[in-house]
C-alpha cells in the first residue's frame, strides 16, 4: 500500500485558490466512489457511527475537556484568512524557493484547532501515527472530529490513518469532509489521487492531481503522477 510520507505532518501546501468550478469540496463529491461512505443526512459527521473494526473512541484529555475552545476573535479570524490567502499566492510562485517557507505556514496554520484540549487529542493522534500504532491513532482522532467537527485538521488526519489501516472507503470519506471545511487543502487532494490511483479509477486520481497541482505546483509527486496518468489515458475522456 502506497502513502505519500509528506502528506502526514507535512501535507505540501496550497498556493493559488480553486476556481468555484472545480472547488476542493465539489472535487471530493465529484471523486467519491459509488461504494465510499457518504456523511449521513442528518448531517452526523462521516465516520462517526458505531463501527465494530474501531477501537473505542478515545476520551477527551482527562483535566482539559471542561476548557472552552480559546476561540479567535472574528479581527484575528479575518487575518489568519488573509494571512493564508498571502501564503498560497507566494506557495503558487513557479520560481524561487520562498514557497517552501510558506507550506510551513500554512501547515503550522492548518495544525491549529483553537482549543488547547482538542490540539492535545491531535498531537495524540499525530504520534501514534508516528509510532505506527493506527488503531489508538484512529481511536483519538475519531473523539477529536467527534468534538471538533469543524476542525478539518483532525478530519484529514483520521483520513491517513484509515488508510494506513487499509480502510480506503472511510479515508476517502474524510479527505471530503476535510475539503469541505478547507477547499485548499491540497494534502486531501493529493492523498485522493493516490488513493484513486490504487483503485484504478485513473480518471478521477488525475483530476484529484490536477486540482492539486493548481494549488501548489511544487509538488513533484503530483506532478510525475499527472504525466504518468497522461500517458497511459491518451485517447481517453481523461
Given at each position: 500500500?502506497?502513502?505519500?510520507?509528506?502528506?502526514?505532518?507535512?501535507?505540501?501546501?496550497?498556493?493559488?485558490?480553486?476556481?468555484?468550478?472545480?472547488?476542493?469540496?465539489?472535487?471530493?463529491?465529484?471523486?467519491?466512489?459509488?461504494?465510499?461512505?457518504?456523511?449521513?443526512?442528518?448531517?452526523?459527521?462521516?465516520?462517526?457511527?458505531?463501527?465494530?473494526?474501531?477501537?473505542?473512541?478515545?476520551?477527551?484529555p482527562?483535566?482539559?475537556?471542561?476548557?472552552?475552545?480559546?476561540?479567535?476573535?472574528?479581527?484575528?479570524?479575518?487575518?489568519?484568512?488573509?494571512?493564508?490567502?498571502?501564503?498560497?499566492?507566494?506557495?503558487?510562485?513557479p520560481?524561487?524557493?520562498?514557497?517552501?517557507?510558506?507550506?510551513?505556514?500554512?501547515?503550522?496554520?492548518?495544525?491549529r484547532?483553537?482549543?488547547?484540549?482538542?490540539?492535545?487529542?491531535?498531537?495524540?493522534?499525530e504520534?501514534?501515527?508516528?509510532?505506527?500504532?493506527?488503531?489508538?491513532?484512529?481511536?483519538?482522532?475519531?473523539?477529536?472530529?467527534?468534538?471538533?467537527?469543524?476542525?478539518?485538521?483532525?478530519?484529514?488526519?483520521r483520513?491517513?490513518?484509515?488508510?494506513?489501516?487499509?480502510?480506503?472507503?472511510?479515508?476517502?470519506?474524510?479527505?471530503?469532509?476535510?475539503?469541505?471545511?478547507?477547499?485548499?487543502?491540497?494534502?486531501?487532494?493529493?492523498?485522493?489521487?493516490?488513493?484513486?490511483?490504487?483503485?484504478?479509477?485513473?480518471?478521477?486520481a488525475?483530476?484529484?492531481?490536477?486540482?492539486?497541482?493548481?494549488?501548489?505546483?511544487?509538488?513533484?509527486?503530483?506532478?510525475?503522477?499527472?504525466?504518468?496518468?497522461?500517458?497511459?489515458?491518451?485517447?481517453?475522456?481523461?
Amino acid at each position: 500500500m502506497r502513502w505519500l510520507g509528506p502528506l502526514f505532518h507535512i501535507a505540501v501546501a496550497a498556493g493559488l485558490i480553486l476556481s468555484p468550478a472545480m472547488s476542493g469540496h465539489a472535487l471530493a463529491q465529484q471523486l467519491s466512489p459509488p461504494d465510499a461512505p457518504q456523511p449521513k443526512d442528518d448531517g452526523a459527521p462521516p465516520g462517526t457511527a458505531p463501527d465494530p473494526d474501531l477501537p473505542e473512541m478515545a476520551e477527551p484529555p482527562t483535566g482539559l475537556e471542561p476548557a472552552e475552545p480559546d476561540l479567535p476573535t472574528a479581527d484575528a479570524r479575518l487575518q489568519e484568512r488573509e494571512n493564508l490567502d498571502l501564503l498560497f499566492a507566494e506557495l503558487a510562485q513557479p520560481d524561487g524557493e520562498t514557497w517552501a517557507r510558506a507550506e510551513t505556514d500554512i501547515l503550522r496554520i492548518w495544525s491549529r484547532s483553537g482549543s488547547a484540549a482538542m490540539d492535545l487529542l491531535y498531537k495524540r493522534g499525530e504520534a501514534a501515527l508516528d509510532a505506527g500504532d493506527t488503531e489508538a491513532a484512529i481511536g483519538h482522532l475519531t473523539a477529536l472530529t467527534d468534538h471538533a467537527p469543524d476542525f478539518a485538521g483532525g478530519w484529514y488526519l483520521r483520513g491517513v490513518a484509515f488508510y494506513l489501516e487499509g480502510q480506503v472507503g472511510p479515508s476517502i470519506s474524510d479527505m471530503a469532509r476535510t475539503l469541505t471545511l478547507e477547499p485548499r487543502h491540497f494534502g486531501a487532494l493529493t492523498q485522493l489521487g493516490a488513493m484513486f490511483e490504487e483503485l484504478g479509477d485513473d480518471k478521477r486520481a488525475l483530476e484529484a492531481y490536477r486540482a492539486t497541482l493548481k494549488i501548489h505546483p511544487h509538488q513533484e509527486d503530483a506532478a510525475d503522477a499527472v504525466e504518468r496518468l497522461e500517458d497511459k489515458t491518451k485517447g481517453t475522456d481523461a
